[in-house]
């Protein structure tokens, strides 16, 4: 199975902060990854997919990037309503697999 | 709109089995694969297999082979996922999440059902 490796596990910012955060595979994925934000209680939500293709209805101050195996979603103005966990998730081969999660905390 | 409603909470006895659901509805109900996907309390996501709603045609995650078994019912549109021999380390909530059937996005989770919580406990 690919194994998926985000950092930093937890980051504390505040609203209107730059933040980025990074996944990096054990073996190349080419551009098979997606991003998706979890808050308290609730299902996971997609926010990107094919590493850099924003999900309908996504605000555009989410944004990512990346190929083969090192890739960052980057929130270009932190708002109230973006801190949450979020997970990359590989999606090139069987089985799909998670990374381990980055909490986003308010500084 | 899409809906994924998922079954309510489950408190199971350590080695008896549960069955989650998931009905589906505002899309194509074979036109999407559907996933399951779990998380422990305070842990991250693991995905646990995956079913073609159109033929049936199911795979699973290797740790679970044996003890899991997914099945639907097209002519109510809802799958069904059901666990055996739970053991207290199957306590997590469980998550049905939709797919495209393409072969660039069959793992691309792009609508999830709200979760079911299934406690195993003596």
């Known amino acids: 199975d690919i194994q998926m490796t985000q950092s930093p596990s937890s980051v504390s910012a505040s609203v209107g902060d730059r933040v980025t955060i990074t996944c990096r595979a054990s073996q190349g994925i080419s551009s098979w990854l997606a991003w998706y934000q979890q808050k308290p209680g609730k299902a996971p939500k997609l926010l990107i997919y094919a590493a850099s293709s924003l999900q309908s209805g996504v605000p555009s101050r989410f944004s990512g990037s990346g190929s083969g195996t090192d890739f960052t979603l980057t929130i270009s103005s932190l708002q109230p309503e973006d801190f949450a966990t979020y997970y990359c998730q590989q999606a090139n081969s069987f089985p799909p697999t998670f990374g381990q999660g980055t909490k986003l905390e308010i500084k | 709109q899409v809906q994924l409603v998922q079954s309510g909470a489950e408190v199971k006895k350590p080695g008896a089995s549960v069955k989650v659901s998931c009905k589906a509805s505002?899309?194509?109900?074979?036109?999407?694969?559907m996933h399951w996907v779990r998380q422990a309390p305070g842990q991250g996501l693991e995905w646990m297999g995956i079913i073609n709603p159109s033929g049936g045609s199911t795979s699973y995650a290797q740790k679970l082979q044996g003890r899991v078994t997914m099945t639907r019912d097209t002519s109510t549109s809802t799958v069904y996922m059901e666990l055996s021999s739970l053991r207290s380390e199957d306590t997590a909530v469980y998550y049905c999440?939709?797919?495209?059937?393409?072969?660039?996005?069959?793992?691309?989770?792009?609508?999830w059902g709200q979760g079911t919580l299934v406690t195993v406990s003596s």
């Open positions: 505002g899309y194509t109900f074979t036109s999407y694969y």
């Open positions: 999440a939709r797919s495209p059937t393409g072969v660039d996005t069959a793992m691309v989770l792009d609508y």
